[in-house]
């Protein structure tokens, strides 16, 4: 033993020893640490590598379609905020989720989202991406049979579903490919776009794409309100933003979280105020913007959903508000987007005397902390209230409305209820 290690180090030793006296000033003995050290260093190297490349983990994403026979398509399936299309979809991915939580793929399996739902020749087709998390030396042909043939065995075991899957239907897609499906469908979240439930909002300052449907409302291409994207040509803002002007042309609308550095500004069209709204008691405060051409939806700017008419919000229920206004009545805005929780206060608690008494109307919902602090303020006005429901899909419940200075106990923000107005946004825009 010790003769072979000292064999080892004279070896290491003599070699670069007539580096060493060439150079005439190194030790070789240095020279020799330094070479095994290298060595080491090296080999460690080149192992993790091949350790990483052969057994490290990597996503994978597939999509699919099944065509489930014993459900009827109804109209009411056309809106993906419908509570017929939550309910379907929710059924479907818990499906999948308790299909493969059983499988041989339990540990590799991710998540499942139901991306859209269609008519079939019998009963509906709903498309489902799947992810997953394989080693990196499977081969991809088996990873697809093994994901296919957990599939085909939902045919006998579905529960109160009929599901026929047709063979070679499950799809390997790039996760570029999962982006721009998402972008299209409204609502989806930043987490929901790589299939992770890792979303922190934390602090009150947002990043990039956090809202992308949060848009600014430029007068003479100053902020002005907030304003928030329904489609790629319209979006919802508040009537109250448009008292002093209400010429298309010296508005415009900028997209992206910093206001100085605008991802995209785009003209304003027409602007269409609720004909009913009343300055004085902020009654039907909404307004809507048409754009002068479509934007192309990205990462950083699509479309959140709008709530189905006079659809009904929980009290006590977790919302958020962004904007630009600032942080306190009278102060300045900011140049990042901010933004913050709060929580539905019932119209009967928000009527108190104590409270708003009385002013509070049907159109318009309460939100804030209970002690008062997170508030929308001046600059605010016009952005969304907006709310993800259990499939992490946003829909915007509010619009900034009034309050009687921002944060105070008892003095929570008012908000246009947007479910109130649905039947107006469709006659006015289609949507
Ligand atoms: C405003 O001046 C304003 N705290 C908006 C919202 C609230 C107060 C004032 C709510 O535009």
């Known amino acids: 033993m010790d003769d072979d290690l000292l064999g080892m180090v004279q070896i290491f030793v003599l070699g670069p020893g007539r580096v060493a006296s060439a150079t005439g000033s190194l030790n070789p003995f240095v020279v020799g640490i330094l070479v095994v050290a290298g060595v080491v ?6 192992g993790l590598l091949v350790h990483f490349l052969a057994f490290g983990q990597k996503s994978y994403l597939y999509q699919s379609d099944l065509q489930i026979t014993n459900v009827e398509y109804t109209s009411q399936l056309d809106s993906p905020t419908s509570s017929e299309y939550r309910a379907l979809s929710r059924t479907i991915e818990n499906l999948m989720n308790e299909t493969f939580k059983a499988s041989n793929l339990a540990r590799q399996f991710r998540r499942a989202h139901v ?38 065995q939902l045919h006998n075991n579905a529960g109160t579903m009929t599901i026929d899957v047709s ?11 999962v982006q721009d499906i998402l972008i299209r469908e409204c609502g989806s979240s930043p987490e929901l776009m790589t299939l992770s439930y890792e979303r922190i909002i934390a602090g009150t300052e947002a990043r990039a ?17 907030g304003a928030v994207l329904i489609s790629n040509t319209w979006l919802l803002t508040a009537a109250h933003c448009f008292r002093s002007v209400s010429d298309p042309r010296q508005w415009s609308v900028t997209f992206g979280y910093i206001l100085s550095s605008p991802e995209k500004r785009v003209n304003v069209r027409s602007i269409i105020i609720h004909p009913n709204y009343i300055a004085g008691t902020h009654e039907n ?19 959140i959903c709008l709530p189905q008419a006079n659809q009904d ?37 928000c009527n108190a005397p104590e409270s708003y008494n009385g002013a509070v109307t049907s159109g318009m919902i309460c939100a804030g902390k209970p002690g008062g602090g997170t508030d929308a303020c001046q600059g605010d006005s016009g952005g969304p209230l ?10 915007v419940w509010g619009i900034v409305s009034w309050g009687y200075e921002c944060g105070l106990p008892n003095k929570p923000g008012v908000y246009t209820y947007v479910p109130y107005y649905r039947d107006w946004i469709t006659q006015q825009t289609g949507l």
């Open 41 to 46: 260093i090296l080999g460690v190297t080149i």
């Open 115 to 152: 991306v859209r739902i269609r008519p079939g020749d019998q009963g509906v087709i709903a498309t489902v991406l799947l992810k997953f998390q394989f080693k990196r030396n499977t081969n991809g042909a088996s990873r697809k049979s093994r994901i296919e043939q957990i599939l085909s």
């Open 167 to 177: 063979s070679g239907n499950v799809q390997p897609i790039p996760p570029e490919t």
């Open 209 to 225: 794409g956090d809202w992308p449907w949060q848009a600014s409302l430029q007068l003479n291409n100053a902020h002005h309100c």
């Open 285 to 303: 405060d909404i307004a809507l913007v048409e754009l002068n051409g479509g934007v192309t939806f990205t990462r950083n700017i699509h479309r």
């Open 313 to 349: 919000i929980p009290v006590g229920a977790s919302a958020y508000v962004t904007g630009w206004g600032s942080l306190q009545p009278g102060g300045s805005g900011v140049n990042v987007l901010r933004q913050g929780e709060v929580q539905i206060i019932s119209t009967d608690d």
């Open 386 to 395: 907006a709310m993800a429901d259990s499939r992490q899909i946003w829909s």
